[in-house]
């Protein structure tokens, strides 16, 4: 295969995953990385460096739509955000001398759980009554609706920090933007309504996705190559999906989304198993 086919290919998928990442929450990764492992046998680490760069642009593409139209809350984000990029940085450092299939299977795990997620019946009611540490820290916002400003509260502040933690580890060792695990945080964890929950995880991807990427970067898992098509392709995939979600109920989309990442999961862990990373 020549590089312009190669490049092409490569476009094509990033615009998916931009698109699938921007309406879901979870990050680019999801997609690109069993897309250059498993079709195109990149070494996975050089997979993850792309899929870093990759949830950087579709965080960048989507959030910037988002917050103009007041839904993410960016006070929250910033204040998470110190836990996803604590853990990621961690996390880059441990992949450097985790084996390649332990990673795979890892890998795998984590799709179907994130997979699982895209699913699940979501909290869309706006609490009322918040924790102590939300108003200490002034974390409680609204967000829009067709039927005007919608006030919420928040639960289990501490909780949720926690699980960012979690999830800046597994971003920075699998390269992905472990939306789900920051989509959990937010939506089941700390009670937020899911629009607020998805928009505000989009808006953190980015910002850990940059802190484990810096230490790719320097052990050189980082491809030009690769890295230029994904980011075009991932940036227009991001904008498209930020101006569909107002527009569309993307439930079927999840569904769909959910069985195929299934599949890809369960030949990441076969494949892991076996040694063939």
């Known amino acids: ?53 990759a949830s950087i642009a579709n965080s960048s593409g989507a959030a910037t739509a988002y917050i103009k139209e007041g839904i993410t809350n960016i006070r929250l984000g910033m204040f998470l955000e110190i836990a996803t990029t604590a853990g990621a940085v961690g996390g880059a450092l441990l992949a450097i001398f985790t084996p390649v299939n332990t990673i795979a299977i ?18 869309e009611h706006a609490e009322q009554t918040g924790s102590k540490l939300s108003y200490l820290l002034k974390l409680n916002s609204s967000y829009p609706t067709p039927n005007g400003e919608v006030s919420y509260q928040l639960k289990n502040v501490a909780g949720g920090f926690g699980i ?16 789900s695990l920051k989509v959990l945080a937010m939506d089941s964890t700390m009670r937020i309504p899911f629009k607020v929950s998805t928009t505000t995880s989009n808006f953190m991807i980015g910002v850990t996705a940059a802190a484990s990427a810096v230490v790719y970067l320097q052990r050189g898992y ?6 230029f098509p994904v980011v075009l392709g991932v940036l227009g995939g991001a904008f498209t999906g930020a101006r569909l979600l107002t527009f569309i109920n993307a439930r079927t989309l999840r569904i ?16 892991g198993f076996n040694h063939q990373f």
């Open 106 to 123: 890892l890998l795998g795990i984590v799709l179907i759980f994130s997979a699982a997620m895209t699913i699940r019946k979501k909290h």
């Open 256 to 271: 769909i989304f959910s069985v195929a990442i299934t599949f890809v999961a369960l030949e990441m862990i076969y494949n």
């Open 164 to 179: 960012m933690l979690i999830a800046g580890v597994l971003s920075g060792l699998l390269g992905i933007g472990s939306g």
């Open 222 to 227: 980082i491809d030009p190559g690769m890295a």
């Open 1 to 53: 295969m020549n590089i312009l086919i190669f490049s092409l290919i490569l476009l094509a998928g990033a615009y998916v995953a931009g698109l699938l990442g921007s309406l879901t929450g979870l990050g680019g990764g999801v997609i690109l990385i069993p897309l250059l492992t498993l079709v195109f046998h990149v070494d996975i680490r050089y997979a993850i460096g792309v899929a870093l760069l």
